[in-house]
């Protein structure tokens, strides 16, 4: 497909739109028809019954606010990201990012491995040295008995790339692994690879008892693929001169941001109290990405942390440098998502989201959430560094407070403006009402 898709050039004044106006605007950029999220409603039949089906036991359908934050630059394309979440901030905090990123060059990204992994764990009293001689005809025999599951996946592109066996029994007495690597396309690739795995437990079972008759059959416990996948993995980064990041806090001279943001990030290296707030507001801006495009976002979650904590020492995920005057700010992040199959084919505005992005491959969308755990990470950064997080997100919180308070429209209308410039809290809202009774 031609790169002039992207090239849509800067979205100005997103925010001030109205619901249509902004539905309008993403269904010229993206070729979206406005009415796939009118007529998305839980009592529209259609819709209805998908959802239905998803889980078991449904009785009714959660919601969630679906946002969009225009302007992401990457790789020197235009994109807008679909956000699902129920936090204030998380979207105006990507669009805060994706605006100073857009006139600084845009976010970098690329993919530097695709290889994902699952295990068949099992039990056997032979030793690992007669293991290891059987394995070459071994995994001929994994290769054909898996032969009709992983052929089509072989035409996408994908399959088993690689078989061994790791010797546990220093950990649990008579543990092996059977390790496998997989590329899975464009999909997330659970089905598949746990499909081959449960295969594969029952042919190890009785090649293994075959082979070796004098020992007992091997026990098989868990064949299962593993949400640790640090060979999926992908890179983000944003980079300008320091001069370049003066006023991204008010008043706050570029030196002393770059000073700021160095320490603050040195910090989650070394605090794990930290670190694991300096990520989740990394996952803030994934786990939406993953909500909004049907991807599973507890996979994302578990591996995201695993990966955090992989030279045994739980840090941030981001990281940066200042150096000859040049600001690099980037994140490392292991990600297994999908494009194709799962939810992302089922829900009917996982489709949508997945049609604002433009159908990317399982690859670009990896890029894309990188980006959008490094730009939820430097909002979150520039935010505390700067006045703190409370006064933007109260700001944005003051609709939910009035909600909660059972303020009316015309009550809702005068509580904004005239919290436009004063401090919102629970008491100042609560007291406002009371005052205008
Ligand atoms: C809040 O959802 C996320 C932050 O706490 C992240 C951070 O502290 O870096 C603001």
């Avoid at 293991?131 to 599951?149: C, D, G, R, V």
């Avoid at 980006?371 to 939910?400: D, E, R």
């Avoid at 410039?421 to 005052?435: I, Q």
Wanted: aromatic residues 10%; neutral net charge; charged residues 25%.
């Amino acid at each position: 497909m031609s790169e002039e898709k992207y090239k849509y050039g800067y979205i100005q004044g997103f925010s001030a739109l109205s619901k249509n106006e902004k539905l309008e605007r993403i269904a010229n950029y993206s070729g979206i028809n406005p009415d796939d999220f009118k007529k998305y409603s839980w009592t529209e039949p259609s819709v209805s019954e998908i959802l239905d089906s998803l889980s078991e036991n449904t009785v009714s359908h959660f919601s969630l606010p679906f946002g969009i934050a225009p302007n992401f630059l990457v790789n020197g394309k235009d994109y807008v990201l679909p956000f699902v979440t129920e936090e204030s901030s998380v979207v105006a905090a990507m669009a805060k990012a994706a605006k100073i990123w857009y006139s600084r060059g845009g976010f970098k990204a690329k993919v530097l491995g695709t290889v994902k992994k699952g295990q068949v764990h099992f039990f056997w009293k032979g030793s690992f040295s007669l293991l290891k001689e059987f394995l070459p005809e071994l995994k001929q025999k994994l290769y054909n008995e898996t032969a009709s599951i992983s052929g089509n996946m072989e035409k996408r592109g994908g399959g088993i790339t690689e078989i061994r066996i790791l010797d546990k029994t220093d950990l649990i007495q008579d543990y092996f692994q059977l390790d496998c690597d997989f590329k899975t396309g464009d999909a997330m690739g659970a089905n598949f690879i746990n499909s081959v795995l449960e295969k594969m437990a029952t042919v190890l079972e009785k090649e293994i008892s075959e082979k070796f008759p004098e020992f007992a059959s091997p026990e098989i416990n868990m064949a299962i693929l593993s949400n640790y996948t640090p060979e999926c993995l992908v890179e983000a980064w944003v980079e300008c001169p320091v001069s370049k990041l003066d006023n991204i806090i008010k008043d706050v001279l570029a030196e002393v941001f770059a000073h700021r943001f160095e320490k603050a990030v040195q910090i989650s290296k070394i605090d794990v109290s930290r670190a694991v707030t300096h990520n989740k507001g990394i996952l803030n801006g994934i786990d939406s990405l993953a909500l909004a495009t049907g991807n599973d976002w507890r996979a994302i979650e578990a591996g995201a942390h695993a990966f955090a904590a992989s030279d045994g020492n739980y840090k941030g995920l981001s990281d940066v440098s200042v150096k000859n005057g040049m600001f690099r700010f980037s994140i490392k992040l292991s990600v297994n998502v999908g494009t194709v199959g799962g939810v992302t084919n089922i829900h009917p505005l996982a489709k949508t989201a997945i049609k604002i992005l433009k159908n990317p491959s399982a690859s670009e969308l990896m890029q894309l959430f990188a980006v959008a755990g490094l730009a939820s990470n430097f909002s979150a950064i520039t935010a505390l560094i700067g006045n703190g997080i409370q006064s933007g997100h109260m700001k944005l919180h003051l609709k939910n407070i009035l909600w909660q308070l059972n303020a009316s429209n015309e009550k809702i209308q005068m509580a904004t403006s005239y919290f436009k410039n004063r401090k919102v809290g629970y008491s100042e809202v609560r007291d406002f009402l009371k005052r205008e009774k």
